[in-house]
Structure formats: C-alpha cells, structure tokens
C-alpha cells in the first residue's frame, strides 16, 4: 500500500504564509484532500479536488498539487488555524484503499 | 443539519468483540459510500474500511482485514463496524465518515461529513 509523507511540524508568525507538503506515490493518480483537526475534535474537511473548499472554510485556505507531491497554504494565517493536518488520498495500487499521511503540527507564533 | 453520531465504544478484552453504530441525519444514508477512520492515542488518522454505497462491496486497510466488518443497514440510515479479535492496538477513537467523489481531469475522492468519534480500549 502507498504512504504519504508530510513534515511532523511548522510554524507561522501570525498574518504569514505557510506551506504544508505531502508526498506520495498515489498523489500521481489521484488529487489529496486535507483535514484540519483541532485537540479533542473530529477533523473537518479544508481542500479537496483540484483546490476546492467546502462552504465555511476560508479562502486563505488552498490547495495545489504537483508530481508526486501535495500542498496545503494557508495564507495570512490566524491563531484559530493552529492545528494538525492531515492528507489523504485514495491508494494508486488498485486495492480501492484510502490513505492518510502522517500529519503536520501547525504552530501559530 | 447533516450530522454522523456514533456510538457503541467502551473498555473490552484483548480477544473479544464490539460492535460500533453510526447514526446518519440530515441526509440519505443510501445515497453515499462511508467510512470508517480510527485514531489511536496521541497518534494520527489511520483510515480502516470503506462500504459502497449499497453495502455490495467494501475494502480494509491490512491491520484489520479478517477481523473487522464493515457494514450498513439503509433501512436505518445507520453504518456499523464489526471488530472480533480485538488487540491492544486496536485502542482508538473511531469517526465514521461519509465518502465522496469529484472528477475533473481525473476522479477526487474525499470525505465531506465527519461524526465526533466514540473511544474504543482494549485492555485486559
């Protein structure tokens, strides 16, 4: 099965950018979606597609993608998008599997 | 609303069985295919099993194939996880999640609605 590989951790001065990456061999077949998970809460759903939002996520929110490799910016980020975040993506070895990657600690300075 | 409750969590043996339930509202339960994801304590999202729509077909990740089962009864609107042969590791909060799918040059896949997870520890 395929494996997705994101940085354990980064930090953003608050109102500054930040990329989280994800890497992964299904990411050449298949577009990730990104999870926003809060200590003691369920994730939600922040990207997904192309680089889609559902309705209530903020624009600073996007995704994009290239290669092997996924990427989450939050644009002029706040203290509330302090959080971890996950990819996922369905597997490229024909199981019909889904996969999470290992997770990105956003710190909000 | 479009909400996801789950329940049927607690403390069990090493060995033995539960069974998880997941209530769907505000939407047809038939209409989508659904998942079940676990998150262990202090670790990440580990995702476990989808079913179809129509509960014809359902796929596991390897660390619980042959001894979980996932499935649903539309009749209900509700979503259930089989577990038999429980290990330590199996300790988790679980979260059903409803599965979707997008195209645009390919097919996206992605999981829209999420319950808030009940707590499964298996300890003797």
């Known amino acids: 099965s395929s494996e997705l590989t994101q940085d354990p951790a980064v930090s953003v001065a608050l109102g500054q950018t930040v990329r989280i990456t994800c890497q992964g061999d299904?990411?050449?077949?298949?577009?990730a979606s990104w999870y926003q998970q809060k200590p003691g809460q369920a994730p939600i759903l922040v990207i997904y597609?192309?680089?889609n939002r559902p309705s209530g996520i903020p624009d600073r929110f996007s995704g994009s993608s290239s290669g092997n490799t996924a990427s989450l910016t939050i644009t002029g980020a706040q203290a509330e998008d302090e959080a971890d975040y996950y990819c996922n993506s369905r597997d490229s070895d024909g199981s019909q599997n889904y996969v999470f990657g290992t997770g990105t600690k956003v710190t909000v300075l | 609303q479009v909400h996801l409750v789950e329940s049927g969590g607690g403390v069990v043996q090493p060995g033995r069985s539960l069974r998880l339930s997941c209530a769907a509202s505000?939407?047809?339960?038939?209409?989508?295919?659904m998942h079940w994801v676990r998150q262990a304590p202090g670790k990440g999202l580990e995702w476990v099993a989808i079913?179809?729509?129509?509960?014809?077909?359902?796929y596991y990740a390897e660390s619980v194939k042959g001894r979980f089962t996932i499935s649903r009864d539309n009749s209900k609107n509700t979503l259930y996880l089989q577990m038999n042969s429980l290990r330590t590791e199996d300790t988790a909060i679980y979260y059903c999640?409803?599965?979707?799918?997008?195209?645009?040059?390919?097919?996206?896949?992605?999981?829209?609605?999420w319950g808030k997870g009940t707590t499964v520890i298996v300890s003797s």
């Open positions: 597609g192309k680089d």
């Open positions: 079913v179809s729509f129509d509960g014809r077909n359902n």
């Open positions: 999640a409803r599965d979707r799918v997008g195209s645009s040059w390919n097919f996206y896949y992605y999981m829209d609605v």
């Open positions: 299904s990411l050449r077949s298949y577009y």
């Open positions: 505000g939407f047809t339960l038939s209409h989508y295919g």
